[in-house]
């Protein structure tokens, strides 16, 4: 990598730290606490030696080349910068932290949500509906100090770096209307970067033009959620000057967000929710119900709610071509996030993969968010970092160019189940192999078994009536040992030893629907604990489908009533432990309280078990199962 060429001196300081200084010629003086002469990196990281409270802020209004309003005139978005004054930089050039978001303020929190409870699913000739919470991440503050909403000012400004909050296109003091994951978006936020570069125009907030002399144009993006989709949508531009991004959370995809192989899936927690109804929360009431009316309405059509399937509006929306990637990727993001699930993170890391993209990830057991400042993780020669010194030491190499053995270092940090943080060499595990676990039953209504053995020889077919609109999952998958007219379940012997499974399970069912065109379709991995235990069951991973789509997301294709398919999907990707000692199982229902349509109840499926299977990513491959 380049040197930066404002970087002319790299010196030892006090107690051996690294002072990066502007002087071509002489070494600095190791700073004081008081009056600093230069960025101070002591064990591979920059030190807070700048004076937040003395730092600058300021708005500019970037120019786009986008008009999402239809008003004649380029949309421009605001952003909030800030940075140390050049007298405490010595007029050195600092690079740039960059989050954008549509949540800075103004979001619609009573948006109306659609129900989910149909009389039956749209794509059998009926329509329906959608809604979201409030994800205000804070008020936008005054600017009379240097304190920007959130931690990263606070925390990165006494580095040496400039902070930037960008507020995306149709939000907040932005100008246009939210597009939501689209070509508008991403260019509205590459703008900035632009900006940041000479790139594009900039104003304050009386028309006079502003540039960004201070910068070395190199931009480091990061956000949570929505504020880490960006990061992903802007990097396959392959815009110049955004040298890596830290999405966290982060959406990959926005039909994988709201559709499941066919199937309208909402993202967990916010049954209903779809794409115009983030949009409309995004944009606030005023703009929703009025300026941007008709933006919105052209998303509620398009999203289309009915069947379910993969489209040039879906296609638009995802980042999953890692070709013009030129930036690096920290890739964060909990094992256990039912919002942006799992496989968002895992498709996206194959493309990254694929292009030999510099990477990282670090997995954690929670859910929708990043692992926490303090969670902290020893690598193999000893030494110990935390999460937020790892994401420093991170952005210090590839925007200061800190020799700081980042890159050398273990590949993947995943978070076990007993919350201990361990490394390894890549994700999904390279020793993982993918082992065929075949479904296999004797009787039509007892509960099956799951065996790496052929199954029986008897051509047993097992029945189940949907009923998820009233049964809950969590009482589909308990007592798996007991017949259930509403759900399938099958298991496995007694596990001998740990099992680990690291990549995508895949369910591969032989069903046919026996009195309607067509049904959700559900797959719970599940882990049961050792015999007589009272603990509830772990739901490992889940999937979802559509049987219209059994050929694939784009395409609905009819299905005769009572006539045997072969369906097959992935569940989200996982990474678990199955401990010895406990089972682990396999539960098939149709329609899911938390995540599908709700239809009435009745539909009749029925599964061909013995001409099932179960594919699983097994670390160490099929000795290691036992079965």
Known sequence: ??????????????????????APTAAAAPPTATTPTGIVVADGMTQPVFSLADAIEERVFVQTPVDSDHDGRPDRVAIDISRPRETATQGFKVPVIFE??????????????PSVLVDDLPQNGLTHGSGRRSLDVGAQRAQAKANLPGSLDDYYVPRGYAVVLGQSIGTGDSDGCPTSGDQAETLGTKAVIDW???RAKGYDANGAPVTAGWTTGAVGMTGVSYNGTLPNQVATTGVKGLKTIVPVSAISSWYDYYRANGLVVAPGTFQGEDLDVLAQYTAGQTRAEGTCADELAKITEEQDRATGDYSPFWRERDYLDARNVKASVFVVHGLNDWNVKTGHFANWWDQL????????IWLHQGGHGGPGSSASVTLPDGRTWTYKQTENRWFDFWLWNVRNGIMDEP?????????????????????ARTVDVNLAATDATAPGALTSGKPPKARVEQGFVDEGRTIHPDTLVANPDTASPNRLAYRSPVLTQDVRISGRPEMRLRMAID??????????LVDYGPAGSTAAPTVVTRGWMDPQNRKGPARTEPVKQGKLY????????KDYIFPAGHRIGVVVFSSDQEYTLLPLGGTELRVAPNDSELRLPVVGGRGVLGF
């Open 515 to 524: 009195n309607k065109p067509d049904a959700n379709l559900t797959a719970y």
């Open 353 to 360: 993969a694929k292009r030999d993209v510099p990477r990282k």
């Open 196 to 198: 940041l570069n000479g």
């Open 100 to 113: 954008h978001s549509p949540y800075r303020k103004g979001t619609w929190d009573e948006v109306p949500y």
């Open 1 to 22: 990598m380049r040197r930066p060429r404002h970087l002319a001196l790299l010196s030892v300081g006090v107690s051996g730290a690294l002072v990066l200084s502007a």
């Open 411 to 431: 590949t993947a940090v995943i978070q076990r189940e007993n919350r201990a943080y361990t490394t390894y060499a890549n994700w999904p595990d390279p020793a």
């Open 566 to 573: 072969d369906y097959r999907w992935t569940l989200e990707p």
